[in-house]
Structure formats: structure tokens, C-alpha cells
């Protein structure tokens, strides 16, 4: 039996985060809550700043049918690329088992898998990691920096992560954002942000040529850190791709909701 709760929560801080950080790209950006969608869209560069997601609790395989349709007919309106999210176990049994065959004849495809994690973690110690040393992003030259980080974990051109985070007043004053440095130089970055009474995790990347060092998680525990010091929260969520997945229980994350992300079929 699936913990709809669990699941709802990871869906709801989704929505919520993804609002403000949208709004924050284009304050005029598509972030309607439709029956069944929410809708956060920035249309820009960064495609993870363009995200559908369903909002349905239990729905049926006729109903999900209906609301890929519809995220696939909103995705198709937009001039720049993006994903739908689905939180799978916010799904039936029946709805669940025809995920992928449902999409495809909605003209998307999987594009790669996600895991809902939360857990009641916080306050983490300070942490400390022998190669690094840890700075809060406060200038759009770290700004840029940690777009770019991400630009290279993820496979975007740089200009396309950013076109996600450039200038952005949010990210340098009320996100609690961090750079890695190791001998001066960038190499991993990790951010937390208050949502709903909860510290969500977002943004976490480590460049490529310095992975499996435990920088990732070290600047994770420091951006929970800092944030859960300013904010006073007890409990932490994040979405976590593949790579990330194995890190985070390291913290004392527990996975809940697996999530499929789709695209548009070319």
C-alpha cells in the first residue's frame, strides 16, 4: 500500500517551490493549477524551470489518460522544451502499469526517472569536507557559476542553465544557495529554500570531472545546514535524480514516491 500522504507531500512541494522559482525567472509565467495539472512554466532556456505535473490523488487509468493528454497539449503550446512530472504512486495499480504505454499515445516519452525523498533530519551538524570550502551565493558571479555547474552535471549548454538563474534576486537572497570550492575553484553546489514548513532541497550538482569525492553530499548537508539554522524547520524534502538517489539516505532522506519525468515526442 502507498503513503498517499507521503506522496502528496512530495507532489505539493513541487508545486509550490516551482511557483516561485518560475515567477521568479518571468513574472508573468504560466503557473495555472488546473483540475488535475499544475502548470509551471517560465518558457525559458533552462528546461527545468518548464515542468507540468498531475495533482490527482488515486486517479484511474481513464483519468490519466485524460490528464496526459492535457499536459501534452499545454507542453506542445510552449516554445521551449520542458517536463512532466508524475509522482507514480499518486496512481492506481491499473493507472500505474500503463504509465508509459498511456504516454506514449499522448506523444510523450520517459525521459528519465526521479525518486520523492523526505525525511524529519534536521538540524544536520555543521559539515566540513577536507578539499572544500563552502560560500554562500551572493553575487550574480557565483550565481553564474553555480548555474553552470549544473549546466554540466545535467548535459545543458551553459547558456541554457543560465538563462535559469541570471540576475536572479531569490536565488542570492532568499534561497540558501552554496558553491563548493576546491582550491578556489567551483566544483559543487547544493541549495535549500523554506516551503510549506519544510527546507526543500533544489539544485544539487557537482561537476562531472570531480564526482564520487562526497562533495555532492557535503554541500548538501551545508546548504541544510545554513538553511535549517535560519529557518528553524525540523523537516527536509527534495527530488532526487539517479545519481543523486544513493546520497541522500547518507542524511537521513527517506525515499517515498518513485517519479517519471516526460518529454515531448520529437
Known amino acids: 500500500m502507498h503513503d498517499l500522504a507521503d506522496s502528496t507531500e512530495s507532489m505539493e512541494q513541487l508545486a509550490t517551490v516551482w511557483r516561485a522559482m518560475v515567477l521568479d525567472r518571468d513574472p508573468d509565467a504560466d503557473v495555472r493549477d488546473l483540475p488535475g495539472v499544475a502548470v509551471r512554466w517560465a518558457d525559458c532556456r533552462f528546461a527545468f524551470w518548464n515542468c507540468v505535473t498531475l495533482t490527482d490523488v488515486g486517479a484511474d487509468a481513464v483519468l490519466l489518460q485524460q490528464r496526459l493528454h492535457e499536459a501534452a497539449e499545454i507542453m506542445r503550446a510552449k516554445e521551449h522544451p520542458g517536463f512532466l512530472w508524475v509522482f507514480e504512486d499518486l496512481l492506481d495499480d491499473d493507472a500505474r502499469a500503463a504509465l508509459d504505454a498511456t ?35 551572493s553575487t550574480d558571479e557565483q550565481l553564474r557559476d553555480y548555474a553552470d555547474i549544473n549546466s554540466r552535471a545535467y548535459g545543458f549548454a551553459l547558456e541554457d542553465g543560465r538563462d535559469g538563474l541570471a540576475g536572479s534576486t531569490l536565488w542570492k537572497e532568499q534561497v540558501h544557495a552554496y558553491l563548493g570550492l576546491r582550491d578556489g575553484v567551483p566544483v559543487t553546489c547544493a541549495a535549500t ?53 544513493p546520497v541522500y539516505p547518507r542524511i537521513g532522506f527517506r525515499p517515498n514516491t518513485p517519479i517519471r519525468f516526460y518529454a515531448l515526442k520529437d
Open 193 to 245: 529554500v523554506a516551503a510549506q514548513g519544510r527546507l526543500f532541497v533544489v539544485l544539487v550538482a557537482t561537476d562531472p570531472q570531480w564526482e564520487r569525492r562526497g562533495y555532492g553530499e557535503a554541500v548538501t548537508r551545508k546548504a541544510l545546514y545554513e538553511g535549517g539554522r535560519a529557518t528553524g524547520l525540523t523537516r527536509a524534502t527534495l527530488h532526487a535524480t539517479v545519481a543523486g538517489a
Open 103 to 137: 504516454a506514449g499515445r499522448a506523444g510523450l516519452e520517459h525521459a528519465f526517472p526521479g525518486t520523492g525523498m523526505a525525511g524529519d533530519l534536521l538540524p544536520v551538524p555543521e559539515p566540513s569536507h577536507p578539499d572544500l570550502t563552502f560560500v554562500r551565493v
